[in-house]
Structures are given as C-alpha cells and as structure tokens.
C-alpha cells in the first residue's frame, strides 16, 4: 500500500496536525504495512500558478513547448505522486477560516485537466482519483466550529477540503479534527487533542 502524507502547518515545532499525524502513521503501522511518501508543502511549498502556467497547461500536450513542459514539472510530479499513492493523509491547519497558503497552491497544482479530472464535451466533469482514500486530520485554535457551534459559519475549511476531494472522484473521505488550540481553556485544549488521538486510534484499526 503505497501511502501519501501531506503535511502544510508552517509551524516547525508544536504543530498539532503534524503532530496527530505523526501519531496516526504510528497506530496505523500496527495493522497495516505501508511505503509512506511524504510531501511537505507547509517547509516546501510548490509554486504558486502563473500566466505562464495556466498558458502551458491550457495547452494540449502534444503542442506543449520544452519551455511549458518545464513550467509543468513541478505539477507533474506532485500529480505522478499523488496518483501513485493508494491512501492519503493530508494534515490542514485552519488558516484564516480555510486552508493555509501553501496548501491552496499544492490544490492548485494537483487539480489539472486530463490528468485529475476529465472534462467532457458538454461541459461535464468527472474526477479521476476515485479509487482513493483520503483522511484530513484538521487543527483550529478556536473552538465551536462544529455543527451549531457558533463560528460553524465560518469554517470554509473542512466543506471545501470535502468537495475538492469528490470533484476529484474521492468518495472515501474521513475527518479528523481538533479545537481549541489556541485560544480555549488548557483543560479544553487537552481533552480536544486527547479526543482527536482517541478518533485517530481507532480509525487505524479499520482504515
Ligand atoms: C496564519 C494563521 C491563521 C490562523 N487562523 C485561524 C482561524 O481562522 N481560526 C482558528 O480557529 N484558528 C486559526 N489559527 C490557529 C491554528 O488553526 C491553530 O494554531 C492550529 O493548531 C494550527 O495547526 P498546527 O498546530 O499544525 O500549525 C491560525 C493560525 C495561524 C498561524
């Protein structure tokens, strides 16, 4: 089982997301050999889309120039990668109420016509990673995202991370998250974080 972990905190030490990450590839070690990949996109992050870019990649790749397959590579591996990969754990802090930077770029680069998705005649299109599995272990320093909680309005996180992914024709797509990071109480923060681990035991078992 080939598995790809994609990691975009920023921070280098005391991240939450790599952290639980970290601890889920431990428990899921236990139940299931796996080659890990890893791709850090919070220490790396790819570049960000240009005109040249979008040129190149609007281009059919028959008529591509050397230049455009140039400007292409980095997208080309990170899509060879992820299309490479059986299992996917990406890990997404809460950035601003979405997704941080490098993480959006990285979409960016990944989501490419006639190699992600398909696009039909008449408009229609249909994703091409549909045989994969992906879990998102988020991390938010506030709290009351969830359900009715009172910043629920504000969470362009997880809503986009899962419709991103059933563009792409992932079906099998699980969460994984924590509150109150940050600005909560300790005891809060703690039992949040303990919770999280909790979720990610289990799921490891099974996934
Ligand atoms: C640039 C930046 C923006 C953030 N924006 C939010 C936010 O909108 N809402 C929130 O609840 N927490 C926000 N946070 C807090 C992070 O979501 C929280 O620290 C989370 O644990 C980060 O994941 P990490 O520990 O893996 O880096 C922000 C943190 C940073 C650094």
Redesign the pocket.
Known sequence: MNLLRIDS?V?VE?????ALTDFFLQELGKYTPFSLVRRDVGLNPPPIPNDEFVKANYTSPTERTERMNEILKTSDELINELLNANKIVMAS?????SIPAPLKAYIDNIVRVGRTFTLGEDGTMNGLLGEKKILIIT????MSYKEDGVLAAFDFQEGYLKALCRFLGITAIQFVNTEA??FGKEELKDTNFEQAKKELRELAKVW
Request: charged content about 30%.
């Open positions: 905190s921070r005391n991240s939450k997301t790599r802090p809460m950035y601003n109420f991390s938010r320093g506030a990071q940050d």
